[in-house]
């Protein structure tokens, strides 16, 4: 097995990206889940911006309970796209993109949170100490099962900004469950990190010539059918 190279990205401060006079609706209309990618690099700095716009997502209690591995070995790739159901993208994407959430709540993790902010707030106060305790009280008492669905929930809601950051920028992205966590897991090492993947998002560009969905129209229900209005 091949040395696995991957970028957790910390980096701060970055440069924030100008997204003025680009309209959001429109981007979201633009995007889809692309089936074929035509195997061109998307530039680090638009990777970096997604990755930041990944970093401000939200999160439960602010505890962002997952770490993003970016991969852009092509060896990876190619051993990753059998157990994803030989997913083409999986290889043919610039960068490919493992969510993989805490395998359970902890107090060390919490408490690393907890510390984190009051060193860069540069504060600590009785009422955000309370509920500290409030969630050391509660969750590293649950079922880790339990506690890791919670975390891949909030992975998710990163997901979902990675995929906006990307279409503001007019690159394609594939999010993907079709694949076998626990092979992942296994390949990349990450449950000895206390790890387990819940999605993957392939970040490329769109193969025109061999996407059979890039010309086909976006279908969702209408806003009356998904939407329930009580006032």
């Given at each position: 097995m091949p040395t696995v190279v991957t970028e957790i990205y910390t980096k701060q401060p970055m440069v924030r990206p100008k997204l003025n006079n680009m309209k959001l609706l429109d981007k979201l209309k633009w995007r889809y889940a692309t089936k074929a990618m035509n195997g061109k690099n998307v530039s680090q700095a638009k990777i970096d911006k997604i990755i930041e716009a990944v970093s401000l997502a939200p999160s439960s209690s602010?505890?962002?309970?997952?770490?993003?591995?970016?991969?852009?070995?092509?060896?990876?790739?190619?051993?990753?796209?059998?157990?994803?159901?030989?997913?083409?993208?999986?290889?043919?994407?610039?960068?490919?993109?493992?969510?993989?959430?805490?395998?359970?709540?902890?107090?060390?993790?919490?408490?690393?949170?907890?510390?984190?902010?009051?060193?860069?707030?540069?504060?600590?106060?009785?009422?955000?100490?309370?509920y500290r305790k409030l969630l050391l009280d509660t969750y590293p008492q649950?079922?880790?099962?339990?506690?890791?669905?919670?975390?891949?929930?909030?992975?998710?809601?990163?997901?979902?900004?990675?995929?906006?950051?990307?279409?503001?920028?007019?690159?394609?992205?594939?999010?993907?469950?079709?694949?076998?966590a626990e092979a992942v897991d296994n390949y990349l090492g990450l449950r000895e990190k206390g790890l387990r993947s819940c999605v993957i998002l392939a970040i490329g560009y769109r193969d025109v010539e061999n996407d059979w969905l890039v010309n086909l129209k976006k279908v969702r229900k209408s806003i009356e059918d998904l939407v329930t209005i009580m006032d």
């Open positions: 602010g505890l962002q309970p997952y770490e993003i591995i970016v991969i852009t070995n092509q060896e990876v790739k190619d051993k990753i796209r059998p157990i994803a159901w030989n997913q083409s993208v999986i290889s043919d994407c610039s960068h490919l993109l493992v969510f993989a959430a805490w395998d359970t709540y902890t107090a060390e993790r919490i408490n690393i949170v907890f510390d984190l902010t009051n060193k860069i707030r540069d504060l600590k106060n009785e009422g955000w100490e309370n649950k079922d880790a099962e339990e506690n890791f669905n919670h975390a891949a929930k909030q992975a998710y809601i990163a997901l979902a900004i990675a995929i906006t950051a990307a279409a503001l920028q007019d690159i394609d992205s594939t999010p993907m469950e079709g694949f076998d």
